[in-house]
C-alpha cells in the first residue's frame, strides 16, 4: 500500500517496533546482506543529511534517539538481490539526547556538576584491584558533594543573608521594595522578627535543592534505564585482562541504583545546609546576654541531629561504589530512600525552632556562620592535591604493571586539574550571583562601604573576584604563546605542502599557507593538558592567597589595602571591582545563553556540543550532573546490532564519526563474541586515542584499545592532518590488520584538476565520506567479514579524485 511522505521527507509513521526488517528475513542459501549503520558526531544532524536522501523512514527507535533509512529501503531485507554492490545504509540519530528539547538549556547552571563527574574518569590506568582505585574514588565523590554544598550555601547567601537578613533589616535597603517590606522591622508584621525572616527566605534554597532532585530523577528515569541485551557465552581472543577494558563489561552502562543512592545523598545534603545556615544564625542569638537557655538547649540537640545526618550522608557518599560487572537492579536500603525525607524533617523543626520569638533579636552585618566560604575553600583545595597524590601512585602502579601510557595527559594526572576547575567554576558562579544580588539590593552601591545601606556578601567572595583579572593574564599569556606557536608550525609545514600531491601540481604560495594554517591550528588540540596544568596550578596559588587575605584582614582587596603605597591601592581597587563585574558578567552570559537556548533550536545544539563531550559518562560522582547520554545510545546500538545481524545472518559495518565513533566503540565492546565476528568499525574523525586515550587511560588508554582491536574482526580507522579532534588510534599489536589509514589529503586536491575544476575546500574534522577512502575502506570491512563487495572499477566515480561525493 502506497504509503503518504510528510512535507519533510519523513514517513509519518511511527516504526518505533522495528517492523521494516522484522517480518521477513533473507533466504538461508541467498546473499548475506549488509548493512552500514551511521553514528552522527557532535553537533547532531538529521537522518535527511546522513542518508544524503530527503525521503527517510523510521526504523526503530523514538522522537529522542531512532534509526532511519531512506524510504526506498524501507523492506531492503525482502529484497536482498538488490544489494550486491552496496550495503544497506542506516543513520542512528541520538543529538535529541542532549540538544531536543528546551529545558535541556536549564544544564548550564549544572557545569560545575559535570566537570567534577569527568574527574571521576579520568584516573591512571592501574589495576582494578590497587588500593589506590577506591581512595580516588572517596576523593572525587567527596568533592563532588562538597559542590553541592556549596550551591546549597550559595542559594541561603542570597536569599538569608543579602536579601532577609541585611536588605530586609534595613530600612534604607527595603524602601521602595513593595515585595520586601512587609518583612522590614519598620513595619512591625509578623514575618519581621530575624528568625522568621530567615524562616521564609529558606524556601527559596529549598525549592532549588527539590528541582536538582527533580531534573536528576527525571532524567535518570529517561536515560539511566535502558538495559544491555542479553550476551551469548564465549570467550575472549587472547585478551588479558589488563587489555580488557571496563567498558566491556556487561553493567558499565547501567547505573541506576548508584545515581539512585548519590541523589538520596546529595539532596540531603543540600537539605541539611539550609538546616545549618538556620541554626547558626538562631544559636549565635541564644547564646549571646540575655538569650534563652531553652532555646539554646534545643539548638544545640537540633545540631547534633543535623550532624548525626550530616555524617549518614557522608557515610553513604563513601560507600557508594559501581557495579559494573552486571546491571546491578538491586533496590537501595530504607535508610539510604529515607536520608532525604529525614533531613527535611529535621530542616522543619529548625524552622520551628528560629522562627520561635526571640525579644531583642535584630540583624545587623552579616548573617553569622558566612565564614563558612572560606572553609569549603580550603576543603576542596586539600581534596584537589589529595586527588593529584593519589593519581601519583596509580601512575606509578601502571606503570609497573606496563598499562602507563606515556602520551596520558599530565601523566595520568589530569584529573586532579580537572577537579579544581570544577571548584573554580562553582566559585565563579557562587561569587558572581552573589555580587550582583547586592549590587541590585543595593541600588548599585558598593556593599560595605559608608553609604551604602548593606555590608554585602561575605569577604572571602570579594577576594575570590579579585584573582578573576590575574587569572585572564595568564590565559592571555598562554593565547599569544599558542598564536606563535601556530605561525611557527605553519612556516615549517608550509614548503612541503605541494609534495604531498605530487610533481604536477602548480606552486600555490597561499594555498599552501592555508593548508599549512590549518594543520597548525588542529595541532593546538594537542597542547590542552599544557593549559589545563597553567590554569590549575594558577588557580590554586591564588586561591589560596585569596582565602589567607580574607581571614587575615576581614575586609575587602580594596579596604584592607587603605595604608599601602598608592599603586598598591589602586591596584587592589581594580582588580576587585573588575573582578567583580567579570563575575557577575559570567553569571549574566550563562543565563543570556540558557534563555536563548530554550527559545532557539541552533542555539540549543550549540550548546550541546558541550554536552556531548561532557555527558558520555555515566553519573559516578554527581547524580546533578546532566545525565548520560551514552546509556541509552550504546544499549540502543548494541541491541541494534545484535538483533539484525542475529535476524539476518548479515554482515554489518558501524561507522562512527567524531564523537559518534566513541559510541561506536563502546557498542562494539558490549558486543559477544559471536556477534562481534559478524561486526566491522570504521572510525573517522575519531577521538578514540587523541582525546579519549590520554585524558581517560583507564578505559582508552593503549591497552584498551588493543584488546578491543584484538576481540573485533575488522577495524579501519581514517584520520587528517587538518582535523583538530581526530587523529590515529596508534595501535602496535602485530596479530591483525592495521588500524590506521592516513593521513588523508585535505583538501583532496591542491589546485585544479580534470576532476576537480574549482578548487576543493579543506574539510578538517567534517566530511570524512568525501574522501574516496571511505568508499574503499567500508569495502574492504565487509569484505573482510566474508563474501563481500565486489571492487571498485576502474571508471568508478568514486575511484576519481574529484572533491565531491558522487551520487548513489
Known amino acids: 500500500m502506497e504509503k503518504d511522505i510528510a512535507a519533510d521527507g519523513r514517513t509519518p509513521r511511527a516504526a518505533s517496533t522495528g517492523r521494516g526488517d522484522a517480518d521477513q528475513a533473507p533466504p538461508p542459501d541467498g546473499p548475506r546482506l549488509a548493512l552500514e549503520l551511521q553514528v552522527h558526531g557532535v553537533g547532531g544532524t538529521t537522518p535527511e543529511k546522513m542518508l544524503g536522501n530527503p525521503h527517510t523512514v523510521r526504523i526503530t527507535g523514538d522522537d529522542t534517539a531512532a534509526c532511519y533509512r531512506r524510504t526506498a529501503d524501507e523492506h531492503a531485507e525482502s529484497h536482498p538481490e538488490k544489494y550486491g554492490k552496496e550495503p544497506i545504509r542506516e543513520a542512528y540519530c541520538w543529538c535529541n539526547l542532549t540538544s531536543g528539547n ?71 535597603c527595603a524602601a521602595g521594595k513593595s515585595w520586601l517590606g512587609f518583612l522590614s522591622p519598620a513595619q512591625g508584621t509578623a514575618w519581621s522578627a530575624p528568625g522568621r525572616r530567615l524562616v521564609l527566605a529558606g ?34 581472543r587472547g585478551t588479558s585482562p589488563e587489555q580488557r577494558s571496563a567498558l566491556a563489561m556487561n553493567g558499565f552502562w547501567y547505573g541506576r541504583r548508584l545515581v539512585a543512592r548519590l541523589r538520596a545523598a546529595h539532596t540531603a545534603a543540600g537539605i541539611l545546609t539550609i538546616a545549618a545556615a538556620l541554626l547558626t544564625a538562631a544559636t549565635d542569638a541564644d547564646l549571646r546576654p540575655g538569650g534563652s537557655t531553652t532555646l539554646a538547649v534545643v539548638g544545640w540537640v537540633l545540631a547534633a541531629v543535623v550532624g548525626g545526618l550530616g555524617a549518614l550522608t557522608v557515610l553513604v557518599v563513601w560507600r557508594a561504589a559501581r557495579s559494573e560487572a552486571e546491571p546491578d537492579e538491586a533496590s537501595n536500603r530504607f535508610p539510604v530512600k529515607a536520608l532525604p525525607f529525614a533531613s527535611l524533617g529535621a530542616l522543619l523543626l529548625t524552622a520551628v525552632h528560629t522562627a520561635w520569638e526571640r525579644p531583642g533579636w535584630t540583624s545587623a552585618g552579616r548573617l553569622p556562620g558566612t565564614s563558612f566560604f572560606g572553609g569549603i575553600a580550603v576543603f576542596q583545595g586539600v581534596l584537589a592535591l589529595a ?81 578573576i583579572p590575574v587569572l585572564l593574564l595568564v590565559l592571555a599569556a598562554l593565547a599569544v604563546l599558542a598564536g606563535l606557536r601556530v605561525i611557527s608550525v605553519r612556516r615549517a609545514v608550509a614548503k612541503d605542502i605541494p609534495g604531498l600531491y605530487g610533481k604536477g601540481e602548480r606552486p600555490d604560495r597561499h594555498r599552501a599557507d592555508r593548508i599549512a594554517g590549518t594543520i597548525a591550528r588542529a595541532g593546538l588540540t594537542d597542547t590542552a593538558p599544557t593549559v589545563l596544568a597553567a590554569v590549575a596550578v594558577v588557580t590554586l596559588v591564588l586561591g589560596a592567597g585569596a582565602v589567607a587575605g580574607a581571614w587575615l584582614t576581614d575586609r575587602a582587596p580594596g579596604r584592607a589595602t587603605l595604608g599601602a603605597p598608592a599603586p598598591v591601592h589602586a591596584a587592589a581597587e581594580t582588580v576587585e571591582a573588575l573582578g567583580s563585574w567579570l563575575m557577575g558578567a559570567g553569571v549574566i552570559l550563562l543565563v543570556v545563553m540558557g534563555r536563548r537556548a530554550y527559545q532557539d533550536l541552533s542555539a540549543r545544539r550549540t ?58 566503540a563502546a557498542a562494539v565492546w558490549q558486543l559477544d563474541p559471536v556477534t562481534r565476528s559478524r561486526v566491522a568499525l570504521l572510525t573517522y574523525g575519531c577521538p578514540l586515542e587523541r582525546l579519549y586515550g590520554r585524558w581517560f587511560p583507564a578505559f582508552f588508554g593503549p591497552a584498551a584499545l588493543t584488546g578491543l582491536h584484538r576481540e573485533t574482526d575488522a577495524w579501519r580507522n581514517l584520520w587528517r592532518f587538518t582535523d583538530p579532534i ?42 570524512y565520506q568525501a574522501d574516496p577512502a571511505f568508499d574503499a575502506a567500508r569495502a574492504e570491512l565487509i569484505a573482510r567479514l566474508g563474501p563481500g563487495l565486489p571492487p571498485q572499477r576502474p571508471g568508478h566515480p568514486s575511484a576519481t579524485t574529484g572533491c565531491a561525493r558522487p551520487e548513489r
Not at 208 to 228: I, K, Q
Request: include cysteine; hydrophobic fraction near 45%.
Open 203 to 236: 524556601v527559596v534554597p529549598l525549592l532549588l535543592v527539590g528541582f536538582l532532585w527533580w531534573l536528576s530523577r527525571r532524567t535518570w528515569s529517561a536515560y539511566e534505564s535502558a538495559s544491555p541485551p542479553p550476551r551469548r557465552p564465549g570467550a575472549s
Open 726 to 767: 581526530g587523529g590515529p588510534i596508534r595501535l602496535t599489536c602485530e596479530d591483525g590488520p592495521e588500524v590506521d589509514h592516513g593521513p588523508l589529503r585535505d583538501p583532496l586536491s591542491f589546485g585544479r584538476t580534470l576532476h576537480a575544476p574549482l578548487p576543493c575546500p579543506i574539510l578538517g574534522h567534517s566530511d
Open 387 to 467: 586527588l593529584l597524590v593519589t593519581a601519583g601512585f596509580l601512575q606509578r602502579a601502571a606503570r609497573r604493571g606496563g598499562s602507563g601510557d606515556g602520551r596520558a595527559a599530565l601523566r595520568g594526572m589530569g584529573g586532579a586539574g580537572v577537579a579544581l576547575l570544577a571548584c573554580a567554576l562553582a566559585g565563579v558562579l557562587t561569587g558572581g550571583t552573589a555580587q550582583r544580588v547586592a549590587d541590585w539590593l543595593d541600588r548599585g552601591a558598593t556593599p560595605g562601604q559608608a553609604h551604602a545601606s548593606m555590608a554585602g556578601p561575605p569577604v572571602v567572595l570579594s577576594w575570590n573576584a579579585s584573582v
Open 102 to 172: 528546551g529545558a535541556r538549556a536549564l544544564w548550564l547552571i549544572l557545569l560545575p556538576f559535570m566537570v567534577a563527574n569527568l574527574a571521576h574518569w579520568m584516573r591512571p590506568a592501574a589495576p582494578p584491584s590497587h588500593k589506590g582505585q577506591r581512595v580516588y574514588d572517596v576523593l572525587v565523590r567527596i568533592l563532588a558533594l562538597s559542590l553541592t554544598v556549596l550551591l546549597a550555601a550559595a542559594a541561603c547567601e542570597v536569599a538569608l543573608d543579602l536579601t532577609a537578613w541585611q536588605c530586609a533589616g534595613s530600612a534604607a
Open 607 to 664: 550548546i550541546g556540543i558541550l554536552w556531548d563531550v561532557g555527558t558520555f559518562w555515566p553519573r559516578a560522582a554527581h547524580p546533578f550532573a546532566p545525565p548520560c547520554y551514552a546509556e541509552r545510545a550504546v544499549p540502543d546500538l548494541t541491541w541494534r546490532m545484535a538483533t539484525w545481524t542475529e535476524r539476518n545472518n548479515g554482515r554489518l559495518v558501524i561507522s562512527g564519526h567524531s564523537q559518534g565513533s566513541v559510541l561506536a
